[in-house]
C-alpha cells in the first residue's frame, strides 16, 4: 500500500461526495428491504476495476439511470464484488464492498427470489421506478 496517498484510504477523504443509493427490493411493490449509502467515487473505483477485468454487470453500469438487477442477475454482481475485493489490497473499498454485499445477498440468497437489487445515482430519486 502507497505511504504517498494515505488519505485515498480514510474515510473522510469521501464525507463530501455525493452518494449512490444501493437497495434492496421487494420486486411486487418495490418496497425497500436494506440500503446503504457508497460515496460516488468509491462506486467509481468499483466499476473501474471491473471495466479493467471485463466484468459486465458492475463494469457497464451508468450512474446516469437507475440500475435495476433481478434476483438472478444479483448472483453476477455478488460474484464481480466478491471478485474485485479478492484482488484488491484497499481498505476503504474492502469496507465499502462488505456492505455492497450484505445488501447484494438480501437478493441472491433469499429462497423465494424475490428481491432485486437497484442502484441510483447520486442525482437518481432512489424511490424512482
Known amino acids: 500500500m502507497s505511504i504517498l496517498f494515505p488519505d485515498r484510504f480514510e474515510k ?3 464525507r463530501n461526495d455525493s ?3 444501493i437497495r434492496a427490493v421487494y420486486w411486487l411493490n418495490d418496497g425497500t428491504v436494506s440500503m446503504i449509502q457508497m460515496p460516488e467515487r468509491i462506486f467509481l473505483r468499483f466499476q473501474r476495476i471491473a471495466e479493467a477485468y471485463s466484468l459486465h454487470l458492475i463494469g ?3 450512474l446516469d439511470r437507475l ?4 434476483a438472478f442477475q444479483c ?11 479478492n484482488i484488491v ?4 473499498l474492502q469496507c465499502y464492498g462488505q456492505h455492497f ?3 447484494i445477498q438480501l437478493c441472491t440468497r433469499n429462497p423465494q427470489r424475490t428481491y432485486r437489487l437497484v442502484i441510483a445515482g447520486p442525482y437518481q430519486d432512489v424511490n424512482a421506478e
Open 101 to 103: 454485499l450484505s445488501v
Open 12 to 14: 473522510e477523504t469521501y
Open 67 to 70: 440500475i435495476k438487477y433481478d
Open 75 to 85: 448472483d453476477t454482481v455478488e460474484a464481480e464484488i466478491i471478485f474485485i475485493l
Open 89 to 92: 489490497n484497499d481498505p476503504i
Open 60 to 62: 457497464s453500469a451508468s
Open 19 to 21: 452518494l449512490i443509493s
